[in-house]
């Protein structure tokens, strides 16, 4: 069982590592070339604001993970969090979302926590990953409630809704009827988060509604680098830029949920501006975010390399 286990670790370490970056690649290089188009039209200052505030977002990513992990006993520290997160979180790129998971398990086996452990810590966050977006997507439903072709915009928005929805209700009947099979009678509180207290469940939760709020601010910020909206309509956009991660994220077999957040984003967007702008927003801040993860990939990786030479 070690040994296979230990050649998993293999396989999903640098092979993966390599391939994730070819399909980075891949996907970056043609909307760079889209983005080369209009590089005149923007405003870099802005951009590099809407890059400080994804490392934000991925700073609080990495805080989400390590606080699940706190209160599961295992105390990693910040830094060392950061780095096995986001190097688990670069094999999202390949195809198949397993990747990664499968990475954060190995990952964390190195500093002590127990594979099963990280593997349900796993699940957990999948919940507070939608909870906490979806959470945030409310904010953007009066931006969805407008007139004309947005009518069609709301129904495709709330099937996502009813999807996340349901998938949430099947995985918390699921893990809580497994508690109740294992004698544990208190099968509503085991219904979100089982085995954390009602304290740890309301931070947990601040703390992914807080992560994905900055995700979408973001979002809207590197828009605001090529387009004005109306600044009221700000706090709105960016959850509906949080409602199109909740998209993407859901559509399991893409890498990233590629193309899908795209599309909701283009979709959203042309109530405001015309359908080639709104399809160039949507890839412009997809190249961004990956900017920005690349950056915060090189701050980790080059914090790691120094604590293991003063090690």
Known sequence: MNKAFSTLKFLIGWPLAILAIVFLIKLTLP??????????????????????????????????????LHYKGYDVNLKKTSYLWEISE????????????????????????????????????????IIGSAIVSIIAIPLMLGTGESSELLWQMSLIFILSAVGIIIYSLTVALIFKLRGNKQFIKNLFLPGYTLQQKLILTILAVI?????????????????????????????????????????????????????????????????????????????????????????????????RRRG
């Open 90 to 129: 670069f094999k999202r790129y390949v195809p198949g979302n397993i990747w990664s998971f499968l990475s954060r398990v190995a990952v964390f086996s190195d500093v002590g926590v127990d594979k099963k452990v990280a593997g349900l810590a796993l699940l957990d966050e999948v919940q507070l990953l």
């Open 211 to 307: 992560t994905f709020f900055s995700f979408g601010a973001a979002s809207l910020v590197a828009c605001l680098a090529i387009f004005t909206f109306n600044i009221v309509l700000y706090l709105e956009l960016s959850a509906f830029f949080t409602f199109a991660f909740l998209a993407g994220y859901l559509s399991f077999i893409t890498p990233m949920g590629l193309g899908v957040r795209e599309g909701v984003i283009t979709l959203g967007l042309t109530r405001f501006t015309n359908l080639s702008l709104a399809g160039f927003l949507s890839i412009f801040s997809r190249v961004i975010l990956i900017i920005a993860e690349i950056i915060f990939l090189l701050i980790v990786f080059t914090l790691e390399i120094v604590n």
């Open 31 to 68: 909307n760079l070339s889209v983005v080369a188009k209009r590089l005149d039209t923007v405003n870099y200052w802005v951009v590099l604001l809407s890059i400080a505030i994804f490392l934000i977002y991925f700073i609080l990513r990495a805080i989400l993970w390590k606080t699940i």
